[in-house]
């Protein structure tokens, strides 16, 4: 599975985006997906992810209301709809892709990600 995600950018203090992450290969709709995010001088954290079925969405408390994780089967793609962005969410977003992974437990753990684009850019100005 290649990832290639896109839609990052410069944004004002509670501004939206919307990120892109767009999968090859025809067993998209067996991988949960998730989206991870790093600051500079920081680890990689856990934001959001989907099951593979589609019926299980997880977020982190820090974006719980404002960052809203989707899937479309059919353009093999993965969404996160970003809103009231604030000046700490700036990072670089990257889209991981887990084998059929169910539990909410198992979505946040990026251990069990096998496969990573390449991370896009967003930058929140104050």
């Known amino acids: 599975v290649q990832l290639q995600a896109s839609g990052g950018g410069l944004v004002q203090t509670g501004g939206s985006l919307r990120l892109s992450c767009e999968a090859s290969?025809?067993?998209?709709?067996?991988?949960?997906m998730a989206w991870l995010r790093q600051a500079p001088g920081k680890e990689r954290e856990f934001v959001a992810s989907i099951n593979w079925r589609s019926d299980i969405t997880v977020h982190s408390d820090s974006v719980k209301g404002r960052f809203t994780v989707s899937r479309d089967i059919a353009k093999n793609t993965v969404y996160l709809q970003i809103t009231s962005l604030k000046p700490e969410d700036t990072a670089v977003y990257y889209c991981?892709?887990?084998?059929?992974?169910?539990?909410?437990?198992?979505?946040?753990?990026?251990?069990?990600?096998?496969?990573w684009g390449q991370g896009t850019l967003v930058t929140v100005s104050s």
């Open positions: 991981a892709a887990g084998y059929l992974l169910s539990s909410a437990q198992a979505m946040r753990d990026r251990r069990r990600y096998q496969y």
């Open positions: 290969g025809s067993t998209f709709s067996r991988y949960s």
